[in-house]
């Protein structure tokens, strides 16, 4: 199951973070086009086109796995966030949270962006079940 979860960002940050995915984007389309063209699409028809097809998206699905097409916010963020989990031992199994206790975004309290730090922007992206748990977990 994904969740959502919104984050207040300085707008700069945003904008580098939207600068690098949209590279990303750039440079994903530009290997597809050229995996297409490795494979000669244009001469393949019926069974081989739709195997062909099945190939690259397959490679190109690995590659946004691996991290090396961060074509969208999840995709860019994912690899820093899975090391810092992992930095901070957060990659565990956990025990659920006590039913009624406060959860992860729920601080009372905490410095918004009216308070003076300049968290303006929003930065909104629906987690994995993977990275979700552990953060929510550490963050509890």
């Known amino acids: 199951m994904a969740h959502l979860m919104v984050v207040a960002v300085s707008p700069a940050d945003l904008d580098h973070l939207d600068a690098l995915v949209q590279k990303q984007q750039s440079a994903e389309t530009r290997w597809q086009a050229g995996a297409e063209q490795d494979a000669n699409l244009l001469a393949l028809c019926g069974p081989q086109l739709r195997a062909a097809r099945t190939r690259i998206r397959a490679e190109r699905d690995r590659l946004r796995a691996t991290g090396r097409h961060r074509v969208s916010r999840l995709h860019a ?13 957060l990659l565990r199994d956990w025990d659920p949270i006590p039913e009624g206790a406060q959860r992860a975004g729920q601080t009372l309290g905490g410095a918004g962006p009216h308070s003076g730090t300049e968290l303006t922007a929003r930065l909104v992206v629906t987690l994995p079940e993977a990275l979700w748990t552990p953060l929510q977990r550490g963050v509890y």
């Not at 963020?77 to 031992?89: F, I, N, Q, S, V």
């Open 77 to 89: 963020l994912t690899p820093a966030l899975r090391t810092e989990l992992e930095h901070r031992g």
